[in-house]
Structures are given as structure tokens and as C-alpha cells.
């Protein structure tokens, strides 16, 4: 659920390029084809058999099939069966239902805001806000929405370990000592603002507009997101909780703009993943399917959408709850997933980050946000705005003391600002490479 902003009011557009995947069995191997997405390359039968192995772990019996006008398979999974629950930490964890008490607000919305506010929900909710809810099919109460995994999806992966999973991010070689979980040289290019590492954070939310950022190469990514961090950037030991909207060739097989959550417990090693491709996050909603594509999306000097994204921590039990829209529950990291982030975060990151692989040894034309740059403003260029973040009394506040960065501000920029309806706020992004960016 977001806000419609029509100039004030945002619309979104998908954009669909197809993927065609063809399986060709030779002998004992398997050729894997696609337009655009998938090189072509031999797979033995025993990888398959590992995959298939794989699939049936994630992918849980479903009560219910949807089939999404995008291509997408859709089941209804009962709660009790969702992926998370095969975590050995969560074995014997019960479902929380609800977080024990929502962020509270500093300042109250005036009434006029408020019926706003509702009315821009009531929008979206009777509209398509996910591509999946356009045939009105819903998955029944008592079930999680979960998109399905195919064996195409794993096979465009580098490998099966690295399916769902971030690069593990490398040391930087120059970075201040307070500065954020940006690092140089290992292909990630980011336009982000942050606040100061000295505080004691348990939440933050943010409004972000929705585009299709194009992507050159398949293993390249394009997204927009929240970060929750706490821990060392430098060691093996950062616990991140994040979400936001990324385009993915490699991860979804096409080009449109997806909700997705990630977190790890130790740098992106190991633990962790995007969405529900491991155990892990706990889904409550039943309406919500992490994953799946967002429509309509923003345009150019036209309709403008956006979506809200909270997360914040449960006072009583600790878990970090994910909120989208004004008051849509999505559900929650439980606290047993992580070391520091299992008391607070000292941290949070707002903007976004592309993958530039440098093929043909220039640098990637792969966009970020709308693919403008910040200076081109509203309805051009992407934006976050009002961010907050959750005090120690679980109270949301404007964030007044941000700093911002980007790698290379000829490919990608940022430039924030403050006023009493966007609150701080900031334009991101750019084209990639330019004559200014080769």
C-alpha cells in the first residue's frame, strides 16, 4: 500500500521484458536458454537433482495456487508451514500475531492530513498495489502469500549457496570511520544518507517513489531501500535488516520493480537472504507477497507513486516488525535471528545501490531510481521522503541530522533538503554511464 500522489500524486507503469527459458536434454545434460536473461550453458542431471532438492524445501505445499498476470505462481501457504519455521532457532518459536504496540507518532497528523492519507490508502488498496491482486483472488485468512521458486530462478544464480544471497561485501580500501555500509571496489555504487553511528536506533520508516530502473547485464541490480545495521562494517559480524524495491533479472527473471526484504547476521556470509529464499523472516499478511512485482510504478513528468516501508523493533519481544503503507503489518525478523541487532540498531541507511560489473570494461549503464539525476526534482528524479526513526520509547521523529554519499557523482548523485510536509528528504540517483561517467 502507498500513497497516490497524481503531481502531487504518484503513478506506476510496469514494464515487462520476457523471459523465455528453454530446456533442452542432451545425454546426461541439460541446455539452459534465454532471451536476454539466461547464457547459454551446460547443467548436469546431478545439479538439477540438488536444485529440485532445494525447491521442495522452500517451496512448501501450498492450500491454494494464484497465478499472477506477470507470470508469477503465487501460493497460499498455511502459516504454521511458511519457510522461516525450518530455522533451528525457530523451532519451537511461536508466531507473534501482532507487535505489542506500534511506533507512536511525536506529532499527530492534522485531520485534513489524516482523511488524506486515508483516502490515498483507500486508493491503492481498490487498485492493483501488486501485480498479483489484479485478478481479485486473495489467499485465504490462516495463509502467507509466497512466491514460487523455479528452477530457472536458481539456475541464472551463480550458484545454488549464492541463490537469494547478496555478494559478500568486501573490506573498503578508504572509508571514515563513522561513515556507512558502502563499500568501494567490489562492484556495488550506492547514493545513500545515514545518520550517526553514536546512537542508540530501533526503527525507521520512509516514503519511497517506485520506478523500473533499466539493467544492462543480467547479474547487475538496480534497488532503493531501507538499511537497519548494527555491528562492524570492517568485520564478520554486521547484522543488516533491510527492504525497499530492487530490479532483479538474476534473482526474478524479468525487469519489473519488486517488494523485497533481506537480512544477515554476519556480513552477508552465510546467514540470510532476499525475501522468503531461506529461514528466516516471518510473514503475518496474507495480502502482502514479498517478492512480488509492484503496479502501477512512476513516470517521467507524469503520475508519481511511492510506498512507505517501516521497521522498527517490538518493545516487549524484540522482534523487528515490517510495516508497508500506513498500517499494513507484513511481519517480522525474529530476535533469535540475530547478535547485536537483538538489542539495537547504531545505524540506518536510506537511498540506493546498483551493481556496476564494468562490462566491456566500461562503466555500467545500469540506472538507479528514475535513472536522473537528483537535480532534476520532482516527477524526474527518485526520492525518499519523511524518514524517521524509532526512538528507545518507540516513538517516530523526523530524522533532522543526516549525512549523504555517493561513490561517483558523476554516475549517480544525491542532494537532500527539509520542509514541514516532506519532512528530510532527498532526490537520488543517475543513468550510469555518461560522457561525464565512462
Given at each position: 500500500?502507498?500513497?497516490?500522489?497524481?503531481?502531487?500524486?504518484?503513478?506506476?507503469?510496469?514494464?515487462?521484458?520476457?523471459?523465455?527459458?528453454?530446456?533442452f536434454?542432451?545425454?546426461?545434460?541439460?541446455?539452459?536458454?534465454?532471451?536476454?536473461?539466461t547464457?547459454?550453458?551446460?547443467?548436469?542431471?546431478?545439479?538439477?537433482e540438488?536444485?529440485?532438492?532445494?525447491?521442495?524445501k522452500i517451496?512448501?505445499?501450498?492450500?491454494?495456487?494464484?497465478?499472477?498476470?506477470?507470470?508469477?505462481?503465487?501460493?497460499?501457504?498455511?502459516?504454521r508451514?511458511?519457510?522461516a519455521?525450518?530455522h533451528?532457532?525457530?523451532?519451537?518459536?511461536?508466531?507473534?500475531r501482532?507487535?505489542?504496540q506500534?511506533?507512536?507518532?511525536?506529532?499527530?497528523?492534522?485531520?485534513?492530513?489524516?482523511?488524506?492519507?486515508?483516502?490515498?490508502?483507500?486508493?491503492?488498496?481498490?487498485?492493483?498495489?501488486?501485480?498479483w491482486h489484479?485478478?481479485?483472488?486473495?489467499c485465504?485468512?490462516?495463509?502467507?502469500?509466497?512466491?514460487?521458486?523455479t528452477?530457472?530462478?536458481?539456475?541464472?544464480?551463480?550458484?545454488?549457496?549464492?541463490?537469494?544471497?547478496?555478494?559478500?561485501r568486501?573490506?573498503?580500501?578508504?572509508?571514515?570511520?563513522?561513515?556507512?555500509?558502502?563499500?568501494?571496489?567490489?562492484?556495488?555504487e550506492?547514493?545513500?544518507?545515514?545518520?550517526?553511528?553514536?546512537?542508540?536506533?530501533?526503527?525507521?520508516?520512509?516514503?519511497?517513489?517506485?520506478?523500473?530502473?533499466?539493467?544492462?547485464v543480467?547479474?547487475?541490480?538496480?534497488l532503493?531501500?531501507?538499511?537497519?545495521?548494527?555491528?562492524?562494517?570492517?568485520?564478520?559480524?554486521?547484522?543488516?535488516?533491510?527492504?525497499?524495491?530492487?530490479?532483479?533479472?538474476?534473482?526474478?527473471g524479468?525487469?519489473?520493480?519488486?517488494?523485497?526484504?533481506?537480512?544477515?547476521?554476519?556480513?552477508?556470509?552465510?546467514?540470510?537472504?532476499?525475501?522468503?529464499?531461506?529461514?528466516?523472516?516471518?510473514?503475518?499478511?496474507?495480502?502482502?507477497?514479498?517478492?512480488?512485482?509492484i503496479?502501477p510504478?512512476?513516470?517521467?513528468?507524469?503520475?508519481?507513486?511511492?510506498?512507505?516501508?517501516?521497521?522498527?523493533?517490538?518493545?516487549?519481544?524484540?522482534?523487528?516488525?515490517?510495516?508497508?503503507?500506513?498500517?499494513?503489518?507484513?511481519?517480522?525478523?525474529?530476535?533469535?535471528l540475530?547478535?547485536?541487532?537483538?538489542d539495537?540498531?547504531?545505524?540506518v541507511?536510506?537511498?540506493?545501490?546498483?551493481v556496476?560489473?564494468?562490462?566491456?570494461?566500461e562503466?555500467?549503464?545500469t540506472?538507479?531510481?528514475?535513472?536522473?539525476?537528483?537535480?532534476?526534482g520532482?516527477?524526474?528524479?527518485?526520492y525518499?521522503?519523511?524518514l524517521?526513526?524509532?526512538?528507545?520509547?518507540?516513538?517516530?521523529?523526523s530524522?533532522?541530522?543526516?549525512s549523504?554519499l555517493?561513490e561517483n557523482?558523476?554516475?549517480?548523485?544525491?542532494?537532500n533538503?527539509y520542509?514541514?510536509e516532506?519532512?528530510?528528504h532527498?532526490?537520488?540517483?543517475?543513468?550510469?554511464?555518461?560522457?561525464?561517467?565512462?
Amino acid at each position: 500500500m502507498g500513497s497516490a500522489l497524481r503531481n502531487d500524486k504518484r503513478g506506476f507503469q510496469a514494464l515487462f521484458v520476457p523471459l523465455f527459458l528453454a530446456f533442452f536434454f542432451v545425454q546426461n545434460f541439460v541446455l539452459v536458454s534465454s532471451l536476454n536473461y539466461t547464457k547459454y550453458r551446460q547443467v548436469s542431471s546431478l545439479r538439477l537433482e540438488r536444485i529440485q532438492k532445494h525447491l521442495e524445501k522452500i517451496n512448501k505445499p501450498p492450500v491454494m495456487t494464484i497465478e499472477s498476470p506477470d507470470g508469477d505462481i503465487i501460493d497460499c501457504v498455511h502459516k504454521r508451514r511458511q519457510p522461516a519455521l525450518d530455522h533451528p532457532l525457530l523451532k519451537n518459536h511461536k508466531i507473534q500475531r501482532v507487535p505489542s504496540q506500534m511506533p507512536k507518532m511525536k506529532k499527530a497528523l492534522k485531520e485534513d492530513e489524516a482523511s488524506s492519507e486515508r483516502n490515498n490508502e483507500r486508493v491503492i488498496i481498490e487498485g492493483a498495489w501488486q501485480m498479483w491482486h489484479r485478478n481479485g483472488t486473495r489467499c485465504p485468512k490462516g495463509t502467507v502469500p509466497i512466491r514460487r521458486s523455479t528452477e530457472h530462478d536458481v539456475l541464472r544464480a551463480k550458484s545454488l549457496f549464492d541463490f537469494g544471497k547478496k555478494q559478500h561485501r568486501r573490506i573498503p580500501l578508504h572509508r571514515r570511520a563513522d561513515a556507512p555500509d558502502v563499500v568501494s571496489g567490489n562492484g556495488h555504487e550506492h547514493a545513500i544518507a545515514y545518520t550517526g553511528s553514536s546512537q542508540e536506533v530501533y526503527g525507521a520508516r520512509a516514503t519511497i517513489n517506485v520506478w523500473d530502473p533499466s539493467i544492462q547485464v543480467v547479474n547487475e541490480f538496480s534497488l532503493s531501500q531501507i538499511w537497519v545495521l548494527s555491528g562492524s562494517f570492517d568485520g564478520s559480524d554486521l547484522n543488516s535488516i533491510e527492504a525497499g524495491w530492487q530490479v532483479s533479472p538474476e534473482l526474478y527473471g524479468d525487469s519489473r520493480p519488486r517488494l523485497f526484504t533481506y537480512w544477515t547476521s554476519d556480513s552477508y556470509q552465510a546467514t540470510g537472504c532476499y525475501n522468503l529464499l531461506c529461514a528466516g523472516f516471518i510473514q503475518t499478511n496474507s495480502r502482502i507477497a514479498i517478492g512480488a512485482a509492484i503496479s502501477p510504478i512512476s513516470t517521467y513528468a507524469g503520475n508519481q507513486f511511492d510506498i512507505t516501508i517501516l521497521i522498527w523493533k517490538d518493545p516487549k519481544l524484540g522482534n523487528w516488525w515490517m510495516g508497508f503503507g500506513e498500517n499494513l503489518l507484513v511481519g517480522y525478523w525474529p530476535a533469535e535471528l540475530f547478535t547485536h541487532l537483538a538489542d539495537h540498531a547504531t545505524m540506518v541507511e536510506w537511498g540506493g545501490e546498483v551493481v556496476n560489473s564494468r562490462a566491456n570494461g566500461e562503466h555500467t549503464s545500469t540506472q538507479m531510481g528514475s535513472g536522473h539525476f537528483a537535480e532534476d526534482g520532482f516527477g524526474k528524479a527518485s526520492y525518499f521522503r519523511n524518514l524517521e526513526i524509532v526512538d528507545s520509547d518507540n516513538s517516530l521523529s523526523s530524522v533532522r541530522d543526516i549525512s549523504i554519499l555517493a561513490e561517483n557523482t558523476n554516475c549517480y548523485n544525491i542532494k537532500n533538503s527539509y520542509n514541514n510536509e516532506w519532512g528530510t528528504h532527498f532526490y537520488y540517483g543517475g543513468p550510469g554511464r555518461n560522457p561525464q561517467c565512462p
